[in-house]
């Protein structure tokens, strides 16, 4: 099965823009989580969606926005971006998101706000 | 509240072995997992406990006690590849099995 892709890789943008990532998960798999990681930091979750429905919501502002599509593709938006928001942004997806779920990680976006 | 403790940075020699620790507080415990993350790249998946006790996989064991809400990564014979960053994540049984993580345990291997 091929993994999780993530796109576009890499990104530059200007303060004051929006952008939208891409996430497709691995074949059958229907969750899909998002998060950010600054260096040297952990994970900080943004959101989870299963079967189109936002399942979990992290603390983040409401510049920061996901959906998910009817073939479990994700995408995340980021509005108004401010310097702060360069980072990683990692996808993750598991099957039903459940107890004993792995999660698969895609290889990222790196994001850089000037 | 829901949180994970796991030291920093941790250093150890080539060829020895080393503890990460990850201590944990959370409603609805279903599972700790662990996961490494090399510079630059995705995190993977490493192992999980459902139950206390040993799990096992090659190099790398981990540890698990309820009661203590406590666990532990275990790397053996360690080589300089293993240098990377290791997180502890918890399900969440009370927020939709959400993951919690720690904030990842850099391990630095020297020769």
């Known amino acids: 099965k091929a993994g999780v892709t993530q796109t576009p890789r890499y990104l530059i943008k200007t303060r004051g823009q929006q952008v939208t990532l891409s996430c497709s998960p691995i074949?059958?798999?229907?969750?899909v989580s998002w998060y950010q990681q600054t260096p040297g930091q952990g994970l900080q979750f943004l959101f989870e969606?299963?079967?189109?429905?936002?399942?979990n919501k992290g603390n983040f502002p409401g510049r920061f926005s996901g959906r998910q599509f009817s073939n479990s593709r994700s995408e995340m938006n980021v509005s108004t971006l401010e310097l702060g928001d360069s980072a990683l942004y990692l996808c993750?997806?598991?099957?039903?998101?459940?107890?004993?779920?792995?999660?698969?990680f895609g290889p990222g976006t790196r994001l850089l706000v000037l | 509240g829901q949180s994970l403790e796991q030291p920093s940075e941790v250093t150890a020699v080539e060829g020895a072995i080393v503890q990460i620790n990850c201590t944990y507080q959370t409603s609805g415990f279903y599972g700790l997992s662990w996961y490494q993350q090399h510079d630059g790249g995705a995190p993977t998946f490493l192992s999980y406990n459902g139950l206390d006790g040993l799990e096992e996989t090659g190099r790398f064991s981990s540890f698990l006690s309820r009661s203590d809400s406590y666990g532990y990564l275990l790397l053996q014979e360690l080589q300089m590849k293993d240098s990377a960053s290791y997180f502890c994540?918890?399900?969440?049984?009370?927020?939709?099995?959400?993951?919690?993580w720690g904030a990842g345990t850099k391990l630095i291997i020297k020769p």
């Open positions: 969606y299963f079967s189109e429905t936002q399942r």
């Open positions: 993750a997806s598991s099957g039903e998101g459940g107890r004993q779920e792995t999660q698969y």
């Open positions: 994540a918890v399900r969440d049984g009370d927020s939709n099995y959400q993951l919690i």
């Open positions: 074949s059958g798999h229907r969750s």
